[in-house]
């Protein structure tokens, strides 16, 4: 079903787009209206709306959160070092399992809406890195840190899941276990490898008996069953280990191998060095063997370790994906790695040079760990691999908890992973990578309302009328003139603002923010911006930045991260010199408790979780806002409502 709504900017005929209610008797007041039409766009609607700030003022002084209640967690204190950092990985909760403190009274049903409806999570405990994922005879496979005993990080094996498209999975009995001297304190995180014959090797790391990480070797016991149900260790196992001045804990997560045309394979690996972050490559010919090469492929001082690395090509001026092995002239090569001491995904563009054995960031001010973030929210450990059925590079993401340990264990479960995202180079900035859904995602698409030329004045709030807002794909178009933004940077600007240290949504400037709430309630005591906040720079030119507000998310606040997450992204003047306007693109994804946000075609990705007490199930709502004090924004706006996915055991009996 679609549905389209739109406002006129002719105020003879059609009265404003929103009428100030200075009392605030109603936060949000009714929302805006329209009629079915097919095939015509053509409506008239008043949309009702209210001074934003006003509003954020009276949320302030008003909300009246739920009693806390005393928890008795069986401990005295919280923990002052995380889960997992004492075994080698970085830290693995939000907030440490607490003693006695006060909590947020939590229902069962609050924590049954937390749990998502697309996005790929075990049916219960903890989990965390993907690993391995790869295409065999029809299915495509997924493997992950998981926990099999509870909602907490701890005795690490491998799950493993099957699916035909990457939306609706299949879980299968566990792929590996720690039950060798080399593996016995975790089965961590490992890369999947196809070689030409289509055998597939996978190696990860193995937490051994005296916690020292090692590379292991793994390979399906039966290569013609399509679901890769067995595994065999190699009996020789560790096929390497920690070389010369590399300590027993800093080495670790093994990439995707990829082949020179000299027939060695290569395969690099996180490390580091004093405070130095760096990545190993070892040569192999038969996967058993392994030789570290002189030097490392790169590294960068005072980042600390690097964890799950990844390192892949892309093509230039392309529109699919390469596999780990390609290499020729009109390619750039991603360095990714995960940053252990801060738990965010840093990467960079740059050359390879396989004879030196050397990668060198196109723009050393973009290096990785100091430049750009494959996501700005809760988003690590990610890792890609190569689609050969349709052509691409696929990106997942572990997305952690945001919340307390001690809630995590009352629900049963813990973590997630993104929605599988496409991977291209940005061929317009040539700096960026573009992150986007895979296509799959579109067939959970239900019915869908369009609001078309929405007029937000300064100040405004815009309800939008189309139910409940749990599960939505959300694309919208927000438009402001060049000509006030010229004027208005040509007086003033902010150059020192920053998404994380601002005061969020709630914070007014002449060019923002501007934007949407989702998971909010009507009365607005419960909500999460998405937005846009416009800067002067230096040079006199102008920021844009994406941000995400968790601030307002939640009235449980003293259990939940409220965080303000984002960072700039790159609005090029030719991308709308034929509408006369900056317009910024701005999908988002709501699934319950998780919301991922892409602007400007995936330059710059957001995820962020939220869990609200009151915007829940029906409760949920969706509004348009504009927060800034100088202008005008013109936005349009389409909802697809998303069905759930079908995630649930594999019929095994039925074999």
Same mark, same amino acid.
């Given at each position: 079903?679609?549905?389209?709504?739109?406002?006129?900017?002719?105020?003879?005929?059609?009265?404003?787009?929103?009428?100030?209610?200075?009392? !605030?008797?109603?936060?949000?007041?009714? &929302?805006?209206?329209?009629?079915?039409?097919? &095939?015509? /766009?053509? *409506?008239?609607?008043?949309?009702?709306?209210?001074?934003?700030?006003?509003?954020?003022?009276?949320?302030?002084?008003?909300?009246?959160?739920?009693?806390?209640?005393?928890?008795?967690?069986? $401990?005295?204190?919280?923990?002052?070092?995380?889960?997992?950092?004492?075994?080698?990985?970085?830290? /693995?909760?939000?907030? +440490?399992?607490?003693?006695?403190?006060?909590?947020?009274?939590?229902?069962?049903?609050?924590?049954?809406?937390?749990?998502?409806?697309?996005?790929?999570?075990?049916?219960?405990?903890?989990?965390?890195?993907?690993?391995?994922?790869?295409?065999?005879? %029809?299915?495509?496979?997924?493997?992950?840190?998981?926990?099999?005993?509870?909602?907490?990080?701890?005795?690490?094996?491998?799950?493993?899941?099957?699916?035909?498209?990457?939306?609706?999975?299949?879980?299968?009995?566990?792929?590996?276990?720690?039950?060798?001297?080399?593996?016995?304190?975790?089965?961590?995180?490992?890369?999947?490898?196809?070689?030409?014959?289509?055998?597939?090797?996978?190696?990860?790391?193995?937490?051994?008996?005296?916690?020292?990480?090692?590379?292991?070797?793994?390979?399906?016991?039966?290569?013609?069953?399509?679901?890769?149900?067995?595994?065999?260790?190699?009996?020789?196992?560790?096929?390497?280990?920690?070389?010369?001045?590399?300590?027993?804990?800093?080495?670790?997560?093994?990439?995707?191998?990829?082949?020179r045309p000299d027939g060695d394979w290569r395969v690099a690996i996180g490390s580091l060095v004093n405070t130095t972050g760096i990545v190993l490559v070892y040569k192999?010919?038969?996967?058993?063997?392994?030789?570290?090469?002189?030097?490392?492929?790169? $590294?960068?001082?005072?980042?600390?370790?690097?964890?799950?690395?990844?390192?892949?090509?892309?093509?230039?001026?392309?529109?699919?994906?390469?596999?780990?092995?390609d290499f020729g002239s009109n390619i750039k090569h991603v360095l990714k790695a995960s940053m252990d001491d801060n738990r965010h995904d840093y990467y960079a563009l740059?050359?390879?040079?396989?004879?030196?054995?050397?990668?060198?960031?196109?723009?050393?001010?973009?290096?990785? +760990?100091?430049?750009?973030?494959?996501?700005? $929210?809760?988003?690590?450990?990610?890792?890609?691999?190569?689609?050969?059925?349709?052509?691409?590079?696929?990106?997942?993401?572990?997305?952690?908890?945001?919340?307390?340990?001690?809630?995590?264990?009352?629900?049963?479960?813990?973590?997630?992973?993104?929605?599988?995202?496409?991977?291209?180079?940005?061929?317009?900035?040539?700096?960026?990578? !573009?992150?986007?859904?895979?296509?799959?995602?579109?067939?959970?698409?239900?019915?869908?309302?369009?609001?078309?030329?929405?007029?937000?004045?300064?100040?405004?709030?815009?309800?939008?009328?189309?139910?409940?807002?749990?599960?939505?794909?959300?694309?919208?178009?927000?438009?402001?003139?060049?000509?006030?933004?010229?004027?208005?940077?040509?007086?003033?600007?902010?150059?020192?603002?920053?998404?994380?240290?601002?005061? $969020?949504?709630?914070?007014?400037?002449?060019?923002?923010?501007? +934007?949407? !709430?989702?998971?909010?309630?009507?009365?607005?005591?419960?909500?999460?911006?998405?937005?846009?906040?416009?800067?002067?720079?230096?040079?006199?030119?102008?920021?844009?930045? *994406?941000?995400?507000?968790?601030?307002?998310?939640?009235?449980?606040?003293?259990?939940?991260? =409220?965080?303000?997450?984002?960072?700039?992204?790159?609005?090029?003047?030719?991308?709308?010199?034929?509408?006369?306007?900056?317009?910024?693109? =701005?999908?988002?994804?709501?699934?319950?408790?998780?919301?991922?946000?892409?602007?400007?075609? %995936?330059?710059?990705?957001?995820?962020?979780?939220?869990?609200?007490?009151?915007?829940?199930?029906?409760?949920?709502?969706?509004?348009?806002?504009?927060?800034?004090?100088?202008?005008?924004?013109?936005?349009?706006?389409?909802?697809?409502?998303?069905?759930?996915?079908?995630?649930?055991?594999?019929?095994?009996?039925? !074999?």
């Open positions: 079903m679609d549905t389209h709504y739109s406002t006129s900017h002719d105020e003879d005929h059609v009265p404003l787009s929103y009428s100030p209610l200075l009392d !605030l008797p109603d936060p949000a007041g009714p &929302p805006a209206k329209g009629r079915r039409c097919r &095939p015509l /766009k053509v *409506f008239a609607v008043t949309l009702a709306s209210v001074v934003f700030l006003l509003s954020l003022v009276a949320l302030v002084i008003h909300q009246s959160p739920q009693t806390p209640v005393t928890v008795d967690n069986g $401990g005295s204190s919280m923990e002052t070092e995380g889960r997992g950092v004492a075994q080698g990985v970085s830290e /693995k909760s939000f907030r +440490g399992f607490s003693g006695r403190r006060l909590s947020f009274n939590w229902t069962s049903s609050m924590y049954a809406w937390q749990r998502t409806a697309f996005h790929f999570q075990p049916e219960k405990n903890w989990m965390n890195d993907p690993d391995g994922p790869l295409f065999h005879m %029809g299915w495509y496979h997924l493997f992950y840190q998981y926990n099999p005993d509870s909602a907490v990080w701890g005795n690490i094996t491998w799950g493993h899941a099957v699916s035909r498209d990457m939306i609706h999975w299949l879980y299968l009995p566990l792929a590996m276990v720690p039950d060798q001297w080399f593996d016995l304190n975790g089965v961590w995180t490992g890369s999947a490898t196809i070689l030409p014959s289509g055998e597939i090797i996978m190696l990860y790391t193995g937490d051994t008996d005296d916690a020292v990480q090692v590379q292991n070797l793994a390979y399906p016991a039966n290569l013609s069953d399509p679901l890769l149900l067995n595994w065999t260790k190699y009996e020789n196992n560790p096929v390497i280990v920690p070389p010369t001045g590399i300590a027993s804990d800093n080495f670790r997560d093994p990439t995707t191998m990829w082949v192999t010919t038969n996967f058993t063997d392994y030789e570290l090469l002189d030097g490392i492929l790169h $590294g960068v001082p005072g980042t600390g370790m690097w964890e799950c690395v990844d390192f892949y090509p892309v093509l230039i001026d392309g529109d699919y994906g390469l596999d780990t092995s740059g050359t390879y040079d396989p004879v030196n054995n050397t990668w060198t960031p196109e723009n050393p001010e973009l290096d990785v +760990g100091i430049g750009l973030r494959l996501d700005y $929210g809760k988003y690590y450990a990610s890792k890609t691999y190569y689609d050969p059925v349709k052509k691409r590079r696929i990106l997942y993401g572990w997305i952690s908890e945001g919340d307390l340990e001690s809630d995590d264990l009352k629900k049963g479960w813990a973590s997630l992973q993104s929605m599988p995202r496409n991977i291209l180079h940005d061929n317009k900035t040539g700096t960026h990578l !573009l992150q986007w859904p895979i296509e799959e995602v579109e067939s959970l698409r239900t019915n869908s309302t369009e609001f078309e030329d929405v007029l937000l004045e300064p100040g405004s709030v815009v309800p939008l009328e189309i139910g409940s807002a749990s599960q939505l794909d959300i694309v919208a178009e927000l438009e402001v003139d060049n000509e006030t933004l010229e004027t208005v940077l040509a007086v003033e600007g902010d150059a020192i603002y920053n998404c994380s240290t601002s005061a $969020g949504a709630a914070g007014r400037a002449t060019l923002g923010p501007f +934007g949407i !709430l989702v998971l909010a309630n009507d009365e607005l005591s419960e909500l999460t911006p998405i937005y846009f906040y416009i800067a002067k720079d230096t040079d006199g030119s102008y920021k844009t930045f *994406f941000c995400s507000d968790l601030s307002r998310s939640s009235l449980a606040e003293s259990d939940v991260d =409220l965080s303000i997450y984002g960072s700039t992204v790159p609005v090029l003047e030719d991308e709308n010199l034929t509408m006369r306007v900056l317009s910024w693109l =701005l999908p988002q994804c709501v699934d319950h408790s998780i919301v991922e946000g892409y602007s400007q075609g %995936g330059r710059t990705c957001i995820t962020s979780r939220v869990y609200p007490t009151e915007a829940i199930y029906g409760a949920a709502r969706l509004f348009l806002f504009n927060n800034a004090t100088s202008v005008n924004v013109t936005a349009t706006i389409k909802v697809w409502e998303m069905s759930s996915a079908d995630i649930h055991p594999y019929p095994l009996d039925q !074999l």
